[in-house]
C-alpha cells in the first residue's frame, strides 16, 4: 500500500512540475517573443527616417550629422553611430555603459546594401539595433547604426517571472498537500478493504465491509460484500452437504454393519433369517451405490473442467425410454401413468442427460403419489424453445419448501422419503443438467392435489442441429 502511495504521489509530482515548468517558461517566451517582434516593427520606420534625413547630405562629417539629429526625434536611442562608404566613423554618440556596436552588422549593411536588424535579450534588458544603408543617387554613401536598450521591459517580464514564480511555488505546495492528504484518505480505505478480505480469507465468512462514500471504492466493497455472502452461503451448504452426505452414508453403512454382526454374533441362527440379513444387506449396499452413483454425478455437474458435447436428442424418444422401464414401478405401487408427447421436439443436450432428467421426474412422481393416483407426462413444441411438465395427484409440496426442493439432500418429508429409498439428490441432479443446457425448471401446485414440474429447453438453430 505504501509503494502504490508513493507511485501516486510521485506521478501527480511530476506532472504538476511539467505543469509548472510550462507555466514558468510558456508565458516569458511568449512576451520575450511579442517585444522582439514590436522592435521589429517599430525601429526599421525610425531608422528610415533618419537615414533618409541624412542621406540629403552632400557630405557626411559630424557637424552636419550632429546637425541633422538635434531635429529628430532620436531620444529613445542608446547609441547612435554614422560610418561613411568606407565604414570609417563619422559621428558616435558613445553610449553608455554596457552598449556595443556590432561592427559586423556595419559592414554587412555596406556590402549588401540591405538592413539588418538584431534583437537579443540579455537577461537584464532589450538590446536591438539597426543598421540602414545611405545612399544619394544610387550609391551607398554610409550606413547609420541605431542601438536601443531597453530594460523598462525586461523589468515587467522579470517581475511577471518572479510573481509566476511565486505562484507556482504556491500552487505546488497546496497541490502536493492536497494530493497526500488525498491518498492518505483513498489508501486508508483501501487498506480497510484489505483487512475485510484479510478477515474473510481467514475463514471469518460473517464479516462484512463498512461501506463509506458513493465512489468506485464504494463500490467495491459492496461488489466484496456481495461475493462474501455467496461464499458463506456456499460454505454453509457445503458444510448442511458434509454434514447430509455423511449422514446418508453413515446411516446404510451402520445397518450394513448391524446385520453383519448379527450373522457373526449368532453361531445358530436360522437359514431363512440369515438369508433375510443378507438380503437387507444387499439392499443397504444397493442403496450406498445409488447415494454414490448420484454424488459423482453431481461432482461432474460442478465441474467447470467437465465440458459437456450437446448434440441433438429427440425428447419424445427419450420420455418414451424413461417410461419404459418406469411402467413396471408405477404398476407396483398402482399408479396411473398417461402421457402427452408431440412430434419434432428435438434440444441440444446429452441423450443420457436427458433420460435421466424424465426418468428422475417421473420416478419421484410415482413414488410419492397415492395409491389409484396419475402421473401426467406432456411434451409440448414451443415457438421458441420445447416444453415437458409431470404432473402428479400425490401428497404435493408445501409453497414454504418448494424454493429448498432443488438443494441437495433436500427432503419435504425425511421419513417417507427414506422409505421410499430416496437420497435427496434426484432433483439437484435434474435441476443442474437442466441448467447445463441452457434450460430452466420450476415447480407448481397441481390443481386440485399435487405437483407440476415444467421443464424449458431453448429450441436449437439449423446449423446447431445441421438439419
Known amino acids: 500500500m505504501r509503494s502504490l502511495r508513493f507511485q501516486f504521489v510521485g506521478f501527480v509530482?511530476?506532472?504538476?512540475?511539467l505543469l509548472l515548468v510550462l507555466l514558468n517558461t510558456y508565458p516569458i517566451i511568449s512576451s520575450r517573443d511579442a517585444v522582439f517582434e514590436e522592435k521589429l516593427s517599430s525601429l526599421p520606420g525610425r531608422a528610415s527616417a533618419v537615414?533618409?534625413?541624412?542621406?540629403?547630405?552632400?557630405?557626411?562629417?559630424?557637424?552636419?550629422?550632429?546637425?541633422?539629429?538635434?531635429?529628430?526625434?532620436v531620444s529613445g536611442f542608446a547609441r547612435i553611430v554614422v560610418v561613411d562608404h568606407a565604414g570609417l566613423v563619422v559621428y558616435d554618440t558613445g553610449g553608455p555603459t554596457g552598449s556595443q556596436t556590432d561592427i559586423g552588422d556595419i559592414l554587412r549593411a555596406l556590402e549588401?546594401?540591405?538592413?539588418?536588424?538584431?534583437?537579443?535579450?540579455?537577461?537584464?534588458?532589450?538590446?536591438?539595433?539597426?543598421v540602414t544603408p545611405l545612399s544619394a543617387e544610387g550609391t551607398i554613401t554610409g550606413a547609420v547604426y541605431l542601438y536601443e536598450y531597453d530594460a523598462e521591459r525586461a523589468e515587467v517580464i522579470f517581475s511577471f517571472q518572479n510573481r509566476l514564480r511565486a505562484l507556482s511555488i504556491g500552487i505546488a505546495v497546496f497541490a502536493l498537500a492536497t494530493v497526500g492528504i488525498f491518498s492518505a484518505l483513498i489508501m486508508r480505505r483501501l487498506q480497510e478493504l484489505v483487512r475485510s478480505?484479510?478477515?474473510?480469507?481467514?475463514?471469518?465468512?460473517?464479516?462484512?465491509?463498512?461501506?463509506?462514500?458513493?465512489?468506485?471504492?464504494?463500490?467495491l466493497g459492496e461488489e466484496f460484500n456481495l461475493l462474501t455472502e455467496r461464499l458463506e452461503s456456499t460454505e454453509q451448504q457445503r458444510r448442511r452437504f458434509v454434514s447430509d452426505a455423511s449422514h446418508e452414508l453413515k446411516t446404510p453403512l451402520a445397518?450394513?454393519?448391524?446385520?453383519?454382526?448379527?450373522?457373526?454374533?449368532?453361531?445358530?441362527?436360522?437359514?431363512?433369517?440369515?438369508?433375510?440379513?443378507?438380503?437387507?444387506?444387499?439392499?443397504?449396499?444397493?442403496?450406498?451405490?445409488?447415494?454414490?452413483?448420484?454424488?459423482?454425478?453431481l461432482s461432474r455437474l460442478d465441474d467447470n473442467t467437465v465440458k459437456f458435447s450437446p448434440e441433438p436428442v429427440d425428447v419424445k424418444q427419450a420420455a418414451l425410454d424413461a417410461l419404459v422401464f418406469l411402467r413396471p414401478l408405477a404398476k407396483e405401487k398402482q399408479v396411473h401413468i398417461k402421457s402427452e408427447l408431440d412430434e419434432g421436439c428435438v434440444v441440444m443436450a446429452s441423450q443420457d442427460h436427458m433420460f435421466q432428467i424424465i426418468f428422475n421426474l417421473i420416478e419421484n412422481a410415482?413414488?410419492?403419489?397415492?395409491?389409484?393416483?396419475?402421473v401426467t407426462l406432456s411434451l409440448k413444441g414451443l415457438e421458441d424453445g420445447v416444453e415437458l411438465s409431470v404432473e402428479d395427484t400425490g401428497i404435493g409440496i408445501p409453497e414454504?419448501?418448494?424454493?429448498?426442493?432443488?438443494?441437495?439432500?433436500?427432503?419435504?418429508?425425511?421419513?417417507?422419503?427414506?422409505?421410499?429409498?430416496?437420497?435427496?439428490?434426484?432433483?439437484?441432479?435434474?435441476?443442474?443438467?437442466?441448467?447445463?443446457?441452457?434450460?430452466?425448471i420450476t415447480v407448481e401446485q397441481n390443481k386440485p392435489q399435487g405437483s407440476r414440474f415444467i421443464v424449458r429447453f431453448p429450441r436449437p438453430t439449423s446449423e446447431e442441429t445441421g438439419i
Do not use: C
Not at 509530482?13 to 512540475?17: F, K, M, N, P, T
Not at 410415482?366 to 396419475?374: C, D, L, R
Open 400 to 440: 414454504e419448501d418448494r424454493p429448498q426442493i432443488f438443494s441437495r439432500f433436500y427432503r419435504v418429508d425425511k421419513a417417507r422419503s427414506r422409505e421410499a429409498g430416496g437420497s435427496g439428490l434426484g432433483l439437484s441432479i435434474v435441476h443442474d443438467a437442466v441448467s447445463a443446457y441452457g434450460g430452466s
Open 255 to 297: 445397518s450394513i454393519r448391524l446385520l453383519s454382526d448379527s450373522i457373526v454374533q449368532n453361531e445358530d441362527m436360522p437359514p431363512d433369517t440369515v438369508r433375510e440379513f443378507v438380503t437387507d444387506i444387499g439392499n443397504e449396499a444397493q442403496r450406498l451405490q445409488r447415494t454414490t452413483e448420484k454424488l459423482l454425478e
Open 366 to 374: 410415482i413414488k410419492y403419489n397415492v395409491p389409484e393416483g396419475s
Open 197 to 219: 478480505m484479510r478477515a474473510v480469507a481467514a475463514g471469518d465468512y460473517g464479516h462484512r465491509h463498512v461501506i463509506k462514500g458513493q465512489d468506485e471504492i464504494a463500490e
Open 13 to 17: 509530482a511530476a506532472l504538476l512540475i
Open 51 to 73: 537615414a533618409s534625413s541624412l542621406s540629403s547630405l552632400d557630405k557626411l562629417s559630424r557637424e552636419s550629422v550632429a546637425e541633422v539629429l538635434r531635429f529628430l526625434d
Open 112 to 130: 549588401n546594401s540591405k538592413t539588418v536588424f538584431r534583437s537579443v535579450f540579455s537577461g537584464k534588458a532589450f538590446s536591438s539595433s539597426m
